[in-house]
């Protein structure tokens, strides 16, 4: 039982999941993924030329991850056709299917819910979630490589934020040889940051530590960096913002202020799709599982 799965956009990762599905004996369908490349027909795998047709073929509905970049349309970088979030969740109302895909914002929640629609956001998946983290944080490190004219060895780090990125991304600076500084609220963060080896540095307290940092990477997902502290960031420091939409860093003062900034987002899909798809179709047999 539900080994048919049909898939709706995507990015990269999306397009490694499904040939990773195929090869599982899955029957997997598509549609919004016409321009990618490996994907065609095969015993295991079919084109659908509309989304009813999607929707009626699989037991299964795999949407992107994220879902969406607009909160209007699904996200589909591999295909010229638009596909609304509102024909999406039309398709599907009533209909005994699950539908899985990743960061389901509320309002599209709402939506699924008054359509009758079972689904699973797979970004709040734990074991997902923590897997990602390791891309992110290799990701993370890849662009710094890349962007920073001085060695990660040596160079002085401040994360802003304990959480799962946070902490895999300290341990792998630190590893590096990087000095490490993670910044957090919470009293037990600070407590945790410390029994780790990094330095640690309360909120409150990071306004007048700003200015020493050679880099600064953001994982908090609200305006964390804003005008004021930006103020006390040294020139040639790189920032970079890993946090979703809106972000953590006002933007326009980083721009004004002649400073790096370098907004990475959806790192796992980027710079290992192959190892995210892997991840994925984990997280989907252990949902398969529970079903």
Not at 5 to 28: A, H, N, P, T, W
Not at 145 to 169: D, Y
Not at 213 to 242: A, H, Q, S, W
């Amino acid at each position: 039982m539900y080994r048919k799965i049909s898939v709706i956009g995507g990015d990269l990762r999306i397009v490694k999941l499904i040939e990773l599905l195929v090869k599982d004996d899955f029957l997997v369908y598509y549609y919004g993924l016409e321009n990618a490349e490996g994907l065609g027909e095969s015993e295991n795998l079919h084109r659908c030329s509309s989304i009813d047709e999607l929707i009626d073929r699989g037991d299964i509905i795999l949407g992107p991850v994220p879902m969406t970049s607009d909160r209007v349309n699904v996200s589909t970088p591999f295909s010229e056709n638009r596909i609304t979030i509102d024909e999406l969740v039309s398709a599907m109302k009533n209909r005994e299917k699950v539908f899985l895909a990743g960061k389901i914002t509320d309002d599209i929640s709402r939506k699924l819910d008054e359509a009758k629609v079972k689904y699973i956001d797979l970004l709040k998946r734990e074991e997902l979630v923590v897997l990602n983290t390791i891309s992110t944080a290799e990701g993370t490190i890849q662009i710094l490589m890349e962007e920073t004219q001085r060695t990660l060895h040596g160079s002085n780090i401040l994360i802003m934020g304990f959480g799962r990125v946070g902490k895999v991304l300290a341990k792998m600076l630190d590893g590096i040889g990087a000095n490490v500084t993670c910044e957090a609220r919470k009293d037990s963060d600070i407590a945790w940051i410390k029994a780790y080896g990094y330095k640690p540095i309360h909120l409150s307290e990071v306004n007048q530590e700003l200015g020493k940092f050679d880099i600064i990477i953001n994982t908090i997902p609200f305006t964390i960096l804003d005008d004021e502290r930006l103020g006390y960031v040294k020139k040639d420091c790189t920032i970079i913002d890993l946090s979703s939409n809106p972000g953590g860093v006002d933007r326009n003062s980083a721009k004004r202020r002649g400073l790096k900034l370098i907004w990475a987002l959806s790192l796992p899909g980027k710079v290992a799709p192959i190892t995210s798809a892997e991840f994925i179709k984990e997280t989907i047999g252990h949902i398969l599982k529970e079903m």
